[in-house]
């Protein structure tokens, strides 16, 4: 489980004196998640999240991160608010890690993913790319192409564990994508994580976004991208066209696609698979035999690139 950091009740407490949210009633280790450690903190006044960032997250990111959910909520996205200390700020430390509380939100994932649910995260994503446009910070997607040859080297020819031949398969790719890869469509605040663990629904509709932990600037269409390969496929790896419609199109209903962004959805999409798979393959091959938290499949990625290697164009994903 999602827990790398057990708290004390001494060192809750100490942590705590510097906000002014009432007394603990609970404190409760969160089990989902993968990155960071998550508890659910209930006090006298209200119910919170309390986080302590993890291995991937760099401290000097987390002011983008707080100030991000800030300035949405305060646009109208609904996404936890990190609530400030009496010191006025957002990140204080516990057990020497940052950490800091957001605001519980309500909704449930979805366990079982359907057009419409891809259409109404179609809105709500173009929605949220609007209310970011004037966002002052600036982030640059590490994990985007100018990453990936360090991800690669890092995983190295162990990938060729999980299946023969792919780390020559994934260096081809690479080049690829490296000489494909599309300039000067439009940008902003992407969430860049988009996976249906992190949408909460209420009923059918889109209740709010979580776990803004890899947001940064970067091409709109790559979110898209990243939730083609999230929601649209089904768990025999079919890709689902009908889901991949609901969701380009609502999108497109609230933020116009503009020339040149739905012709690179295929390069984005072989880019946002490869991105999944070379951290989950860092993950798998490097994960201690005792980790608590079980690494993600990298196999389920080597599919969806292979399938978006293989399209024409955007027309399979039901759009031209
Ligand atoms: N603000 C919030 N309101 C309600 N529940 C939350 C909130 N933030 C986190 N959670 C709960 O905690 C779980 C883990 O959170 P989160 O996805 O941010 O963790 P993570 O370790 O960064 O995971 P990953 O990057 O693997 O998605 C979520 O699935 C959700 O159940
Ligand atoms: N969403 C990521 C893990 C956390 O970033 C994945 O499924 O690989």
Redesign the pocket.
């Known amino acids: 489980m ?1 827990v790398y950091t057990e708290i004390s009740d001494a060192d809750l407490a100490a942590f705590l004196a510097d906000y002014d949210i009432g007394e603990v009633v609970a404190c409760k280790g ?9 508890f ?1 903190l209930s006090t006298t006044v209200g119910t ?2 309390l ?1 302590i960032y ?1 291995k991937r997250v760099r401290s000097e990111d987390l002011p983008y991160f707080l100030n991000l959910m800030e300035h949405l909520a305060a646009r109208g996205v609904r ?2 608010t990190p609530i400030r200390g009496t010191d006025g700020e957002t990140l204080h430390e516990l057990n020497g890690k940052p950490a800091a509380i ?6 449930l ?1 979805v366990k079982r993913v359907q057009p419409h649910h891809c259409r109404s995260l179609g809105g709500a994503l173009a929605r949220m790319h609007l209310a970011g446009q004037d966002f002052p910070m600036y982030r640059p997607n590490d994990l985007s192409v100018d990453g990936w040859p360090a991800l690669l080297d890092a995983v190295g020819e162990r990938a060729d564990e999980v299946a023969p031949g792919l780390y020559a398969e994934l260096r081809d790719e690479l080049a690829e994508l490296q000489s494909a890869w599309p300039r000067g469509l439009p940008e902003g605040v992407i969430h860049a ?1 988009l ?1 249906p ?2 949408v ?1 629904f209420r009923g059918d509709e889109v209740s ?1 976004f ?2 803004f ?2 947001a940064c600037n970067d091409l709109f269409a790559y979110d898209l991208a990243v939730c083609l390969n999230a929601w649209c496929f089904e768990p025999d790896d079919a890709f689902n066209a009908t889901k991949a419609r609901a969701l380009l199109s609502a999108y497109g209903e609230v933020r116009p696609f503009q020339p040149g962004e739905v012709e690179a959805l295929p390069v984005l999409a072989r880019g946002s698979a490869l991105r999944f798979l070379l951290t989950r393959l860092y993950d798998w091959l490097n994960h201690p035999p005792d980790a608590y938290v079980a690494p ?1 499949d990298p196999r389920e990625y080597i599919h969806k690139l292979r399938f978006h290697r293989g399209v024409r164009g955007p027309g399979a994903y039901g759009v031209t």
């Not at 957001?102 to 909704?107: A, H, M, N, R």
Request: charged letters at 20%; hydrophobic letters at 35%.
């Open positions: 999602a969160i089990a989902e998640g993968v990155e960071n450690s998550n659910l919170y999240i986080t993890e996404c936890p957001v605001s519980f939100l309500q909704g994932c994580d996976f663990d992190n909460f709010g979580i776990d932990y890899f993600k």
